[in-house]
């Protein structure tokens, strides 16, 4: 689907019709429990970019698959990637080290120590944190949560399930955070399941042991998969993980159209609907959610769900400026992930010419 560039005009309009309570608010520095608010600075900020690189090599042999890891990793052009991101205006990144492919994105040498040709020999995630820091962007790591099987090589040489797989999971973590130092400045962890409180802590611990600021977040899926819990599945998160599927008329659905291809319809207003059962919609009303930063992850251009065809991915400016602005005028932060070419590291075109537009109209003076 190709978007033109809104003209003058529709960029007038869309500002003259920004809501008169919309607006962007401090970020709250204290928690309701009155506890420091490291993630702070999401809310202060406008927005973040995500971006899902992924790598699937080919070869017909290990050797041959780890050729093309590094010849995809090597060619992956950081200096035209992060002029993209600067022209959204985007204040923070999250970039994955790896999901559900086997490979990661970035060297690891924790990894590599326990088996080679799973990392390439680049080390492309600390190469594009230190160019961010130097901008004063920030950099969240993203990968599947320790006790998903979603992450088969580092599940597999870590040893999921056996006895010790716990610390030897948060050593991987630790190991990666102090290599990253100041240049992390958080995590994003998937598919998560709830656990004790100190098993939580034990995490987030080795996620701070280069930087103990750093801000971290688990995901169950509440808003997409919730069925009315949208609460964090970890309650002493800093940051609300916030994934979302669909938005419909500027509002998050939260009922999961799952399993795809089984009862999901297209009704008379082109809107998805699981047969026999009302869409559920839900937004925030507080920078909180169970005293953690109120914050979402929003899909552009690409679902993050089978059920959803991408087609219903793509929003309007005036849909999506329209809620970003409510989310902003709650205190909560929004990340937007977008596509990206896996042989180039490029955003495509279409994606992140929203976001540049996007960028410009919180950028232009408010009209309230």
């Not at 200096?79 to 022209?87: A, T």
């Not at 120590?113 to 230190?130: C, D, K, M, S």
């Not at 297209?266 to 930063?293: H, T």
Request: proline fraction near 6%; hydrophobic fraction near 40%.
């Amino acid at each position: 689907m190709i978007r033109t560039t809104i003209g003058l005009a529709v960029m007038l309009l869309l500002l003259s019709g920004r809501d008169s309570h919309a607006g962007e608010p401090s970020g709250k520095d204290v928690k309701p429990d009155g506890a420091p608010n490291r993630a702070a600075w999401m809310a202060q900020g406008g927005f973040g970019v995500m971006t899902h690189y992924l790598i699937s090599p080919t070869g017909e042999t290990p050797a041959e698959k780890t050729a093309d890891l590094n010849r995809i990793v090597d060619q992956f052009n950081v200096e035209h990637f992060l002029n993209q991101f600067d022209r959204t205006g985007a204040d923070w990144l999250i970039f994955t080290l790896g999901q559900g492919t086997g490979y990661l994105s970035s060297r690891n040498e924790f990894i590599d120590g326990l088996e080679a040709g799973f990392t390439p020999r680049r080390a492309l995630i600390p190469e594009i944190a230190r160019q961010l820091h130097r901008c004063g962007k920030r950099m969240i790591v993203y990968l599947p949560g320790a006790h998903t099987a979603a992450d088969p090589t580092v599940k597999r040489l870590l040893g999921l399930g056996t006895e010790g797989y716990a610390d030897r999971h948060n050593a991987l973590i630790r190991h990666y955070s102090l290599e990253l130092g100041a240049t992390c400045a958080g995590w994003w962890f998937d598919s998560c399941h709830r656990q004790e409180d100190a098993v939580w802590q034990a995490e987030m611990d080795a996620c701070r042991a280069g930087n103990p600021d750093s801000v971290v977040a688990f995901s169950g899926a509440e808003f997409c998969a919730s069925g009315g819990q949208l609460r964090p599945i970890c309650p002493i998160e800093d940051y609300h993980a916030g994934e979302i599927h669909l938005l419909e008329d500027g509002k998050i659905r939260t009922d999961f159209l799952w399993p795809p291809g089984e009862g999901i319809v297209i009704n008379a207003e082109r809107k998805l609907r699981k047969a026999g059962q009302p869409a559920a919609f839900y937004m925030p009303d507080s920078p909180f959610i169970d005293n953690v930063q109120w914050h979402c992850l929003l899909p552009i251009d690409l679902t993050f769900n089978p059920a959803i065809p991408n087609q219903f991915c793509r929003y309007s400016d005036k849909e999506l400026f329209a809620f970003v602005d409510q989310v902003k005028a709650v205190g909560g932060a929004i990340t937007i992930n977008v596509p990206i070419d896996i042989e180039t590291g490029h955003i495509p075109q279409d994606s992140h010419a929203q976001l540049v537009r996007l960028h410009q109209y919180l950028s232009a003076p408010s009209t309230r």
